[in-house]
């Protein structure tokens, strides 16, 4: 995703149509385009094809039923989309939270574990990014202890191996007796969140909005634009070619966001920032247990800071 500043409509339009969507769209426009240019000169010069004379109300109830799809569909990618965010927003609020405790929990002298959560903690959100865009990569993972990341080579589901991880260093904690058997059980839940978390995205990633209803409203869409200048040559004449082209520009535009944003874990410009939430989570984690972090990563968690993921 890139992230950018809404600085005014102009910019935004621009930014927009500036993206692969945009120009996806365009070339759809196009071979609209050429239909509408060659049925509306030959309907107006050469052939009277009689499908000018369809009833407009026959078209008005089609576009109703159109719209009410076209409504669905957007609401249904959206709350994929909003769901996925609900879930690395709970994310962030977790790592915190497991960041917080074991700030509280350890010793200021004990170096050595509060290195082991900053860097595990920070590890599993690049864990489970890389695992929602089906990427294997941990060279973004911190290494927590001699041999530790090497060990994560040996999980094919690298979050599961980082909450492992932190599994057995909690539990060690808690056999030595640097953990109480209260602090224990309230940790427990922070650990298991993660797993929850990571189980929600997976299956907003897994289960997609179904092959036959996508591919029905696209050619609803599409018998929608074939016969749209038809009803409307009579009356706009020539200027039914930018009168067609608007509408598709709308009804095309509506159908290829949603199908944008319903697998919002992507590469996508409108997918969701999971570079910057990872960093995020970095950061904050990083500084709640006073470990000191480099500048520059520190400004990439920021929201106005640009990023291509």
């Known amino acids: 995703m890139i992230i950018y500043k809404n600085a005014g409509l102009l910019p935004s339009i621009w930014h927009f149509h500036t993206g692969p969507t945009a120009k996806a769209l365009v070339r759809r426009l196009i071979v609209i385009a050429i239909y509408v240019i060659l049925i509306t000169i030959a309907e107006m010069r050469y052939i009277d094809l009689r499908l000018k004379d369809t009833p407009g109300s026959f078209l008005s109830a089609m576009g109703i039923l159109l719209s009410l799809l076209l409504i ?39 170096t050595a574990s509060r290195n082991f959560y900053a860097k595990a903690i920070s590890n599993f959100p690049f864990a489970l990014k890389n695992h929602l865009r089906d990427s294997s990569n941990v060279s973004e993972l911190d290494m927590v202890e001699e041999g530790e990341r090497r060990d994560l080579s040996n999980f094919d589901h690298k ?31 922070y650990l298991t969140t993660l797993m929850d978390v990571c189980g929600v995205c997976e299956r907003i990633k897994s289960t997609p ?12 869409i599409m018998f929608y634009v074939v016969l749209l200048p038809f009803t409307v040559m009579t009356a706009f004449g020539y200027l039914t070619i930018p009168a067609v082209l ?17 697998e919002p874990f992507g590469f996508e410009r ?9 960093q995020l989570i970095r950061v904050n984690v990083h500084d709640i247990l006073q470990i000191n972090l480099p500048h520059v990563e520190k400004l990439a968690a920021k929201p106005g800071f640009t990023i291509v993921t």
Request: hydrophobic residues 40%; proline residues 4%.
């Open 246 to 262: 608007l509408a598709s520009y709308i009804l095309v535009g509506l159908e290829m966001i949603g199908e944008e944003i319903e």
């Open 209 to 220: 909005i179904p092959f036959s209803y996508t591919l029905f409203i696209k050619l609803f």
């Open 72 to 110: 669905f569909r957007t609401n249904t990618a959206y709350d994929r989309f909003y769901e996925g965010r609900q879930a690395w927003g709970s994310l962030v609020n977790n790592c915190r939270n497991l960041a917080i405790f074991f700030n509280a929990v350890l010793p200021e002298g004990d």
């Open 159 to 189: 979050p599961a191996g980082v909450a492992n991880q932190l599994w057995a260093k909690t539990e060690a904690l808690y056999r030595e007796g640097h953990i109480s058997e209260s602090q224990h059980i309230n940790l427990n839940q």
């Open 270 to 278: 409108n997918d969701l920032p999971l570079n910057q939430l990872s």
